[in-house]
């Protein structure tokens, strides 16, 4: 994987995180630290993140599975270059700014198993309410998924996830810690940069699919280097 697409998937969750604050504010606020001592308050925060990182990781497992599959048939330029347009399809319909509807029964679930762990008053129960909290529908973390799959193997997909949730932590780690709240205007203002990291996030996939030999950007794919086994 390129440092260009490592970049792309760190502010693809800063982004995230931003677009996230308005969105889902009420749930990570909920996870119940805020009368825990300081350094247990830290290590329960820590654990809801760890859980909904991980939940990303292993989301990107499996469209690293995917990614690899396609790329083994020898169509990862091409691949790379349709998530790319697919991800601008996301942003001109906007898709990433709007609830997710219509989930049905997986909502219910996923919700339900929050409720529970919230119930817990447990760290295991701040573990997997962050777990679950991975789980729900998001059309950021969907745009992500997209770019993950687009690196083609497993290892790879996994790591951009990975990054991703990492740039999603100094906002939604300091909402969940200290409990507060952006004003309208400041979410509002930071909100107006989603576009430009979702739509960076398209470029560069274009581009990397594109076989420049521009080394860090669009490295060189042979035909032969995704299905040449080396048993060396």
Known sequence: MTVAMLISALLLGLASSLHCIGMCGPLVMSVPVQHLPAHKKLWGVFLYQTGRIGTYVILGMVAGFIGWRVGVAGWQQVFSICMGFLIIFFLLSRVFLQKTEGWGWLNQKITNLISWSLHRHSFSGMYLMGAANGLLPCGMVYIAITGAMATGTIMSASFFMFVF??????????????????????RQSMRKLVPYVIGLTAILLIIRGLNLNIPYLSPFISERSADTVSCH
């Open 165 to 186: 949730g990492l740039g999603t932590l100094p906002a939604l780690f300091s909402l969940a810690f200290w409990g507060t709240r952006l004003s309208w205007q400041s």
